[in-house]
């Protein structure tokens, strides 16, 4: 089987993105990033997810972005905002998903694979600039420059298959691929076990897709 690396967050998302890669025949490494968000649940459902959902082997990497701060995921002193506003929001984490690329593409490297998958989306997103296709297509262009296998290899391919979807196609699509999304976490301000705040931003995003699917929302909330 062909070697892909999949970032898994723990969240609906890259759930999704988990098991097309799968469905497409990949033997999937799960990469997922400690940087210091609040909702470190997330990380114990990215786990529970890669488990699932049959990747070969699952790491976690280190990365300290609190030593940054300037997003309220990661500085204790920013409020996570409770409704999206004008503008790139407080939930934006500078350089996250370039961070998280990066290292994505530096496993693969060590892994021989040619092909990285990320659930970022331009539809239902939060305004963040690092989930457009803009953004992958100038990532992939940085990838065949700046690595051997990029120079000397078959080329490296960074796989986006959520960007032009709504929320609720990829319930639709996660359903299909049998994705239980009750083991994932979303909520930026998710509590020690995983419950959702039912009032942020991804928790809007999150309950709205599934309404608009005509799906039972499976997630728990704090009481």
């Not at 990380?43 to 082997?57: E, H, M, S, T, Y």
């Not at 994505?104 to 997103?125: K, Q, R, T």
């Not at 457009?132 to 262009?141: G, L, Y």
């Not at 940085?142 to 609720?168: F, S, Y």
């Amino acid at each position: 089987m062909k070697k892909a690396v999949a970032l898994v967050s723990g969240g609906m998302d890259s759930a999704v993105v988990l098991a097309i890669a799968r469905e497409q025949g990949f033997a999937v490494h799960a990469l997922s990033v400690r940087y210091g968000q609040r909702h470190t649940s997330e990380l114990d459902a990215a786990a529970r997810v890669a488990r699932a959902l049959g990747a070969v082997a699952h790491k976690t990497v280190d990365v300290d972005l609190r030593a940054i701060g300037g997003s309220a995921l990661t500085d204790d002193g920013i409020e996570v905002p409770e409704a999206g506003g004008e503008g790139i929001p407080a939930t934006y984490v500078p350089a996250r998903n370039t961070i998280m690329l990066s290292i994505a593409l530096g496993w693969a490297e060590v892994l021989g694979a040619a092909d990285i998958f990320c659930g970022v989306n331009a539809v239902d997103y939060s305004g963040y600039p690092d989930c457009r296709p803009e953004f992958i297509a100038a990532f992939e262009r940085l990838a065949n420059l700046a690595t051997k296998a990029g120079v000397e290899g078959a080329g490296i391919r960074i796989h986006a298959p959520l960007m032009r979807m709504g929320k609720d196609g990829i319930v639709r699509e996660g359903l299909r691929l049998g994705v239980d999304f009750a083991q994932t976490v979303s909520c930026y301000r998710a509590d020690a076990e995983g419950r959702a705040c039912g009032h942020c931003d991804a928790c809007r995003l999150r309950a709205a897709g599934f309404a608009a699917a005509g799906v039972a929302d499976p997630t728990r909330y704090v009481a």
